[in-house]
């Protein structure tokens, strides 16, 4: 069980964090639905926070930007093999480019524990 304990602070088998949305585009302004899937570990965990990050990604020189963040802070354990279902709601900019080759966006999504190593997943989405 302490063996576990520890490699679940270095990551290895520790809560992982998926955002489902229900559709790969969306046009500006419009609200997204959907949900954060947390699935436990193999030891339970303290979930210190999940953030959620809007970026957008100028492929013609690599630079990222956020235009919007989200964040919901907890003090909710997650036992082992749980799984926890979060809404997620997200209103899309009106003023921010449509998708195009030199300009693309994804959900940057971290879960924070009190200790450990977090949990990160990114989830590419279409503006049109």
């Given at each position: 069980?302490?063996?576990?304990?520890?490699?679940?602070?270095?990551?290895?088998?520790?809560?992982?964090?998926?955002?489902?949305?229900?559709?790969?585009?969306?046009?500006?302004?419009?609200?997204?639905?959907?949900?954060?899937?947390?699935?436990?570990?193999?030891?339970?965990?303290?979930?210190?926070?999940?953030?959620?990050?809007?970026v957008?990604?100028?492929?013609?020189?690599?630079?990222?930007?956020?235009?919007?963040?989200?964040?919901?802070?907890s003090?909710?354990?997650?036992?082992?093999?749980?799984l926890?279902?979060?809404?997620?709601?997200?209103?899309?900019?009106?003023?921010?480019?449509?998708?195009?080759?030199?300009?693309?966006?994804?959900?940057?999504?971290?879960?924070?524990?009190?200790?450990?190593?977090?949990?990160?997943?990114?989830?590419?989405?279409?503006?049109?």
């Open positions: 069980m302490i063996l576990r304990k520890y490699m679940s602070l270095l990551g290895v088998g520790s809560a992982s964090v998926d955002l489902i949305l229900p559709k790969e585009e969306y046009r500006r302004g419009e609200h997204i639905h959907g949900h954060f899937m947390i699935k436990g570990g193999t030891v339970e965990q303290q979930i210190k926070r999940i953030e959620c990050d809007l957008m990604i100028n492929e013609l020189d690599g630079n990222e930007e956020v235009i919007d963040s989200t964040n919901i802070l003090t909710r354990q997650i036992e082992s093999d749980e926890n279902k979060v809404e997620f709601t997200f209103k899309l900019p009106t003023t921010i480019p449509v998708s195009s080759e030199e300009i693309s966006y994804r959900f940057k999504t971290k879960l924070a524990f009190n200790e450990g190593i977090e949990s990160r997943d990114q989830d590419f989405i279409k503006i049109v």
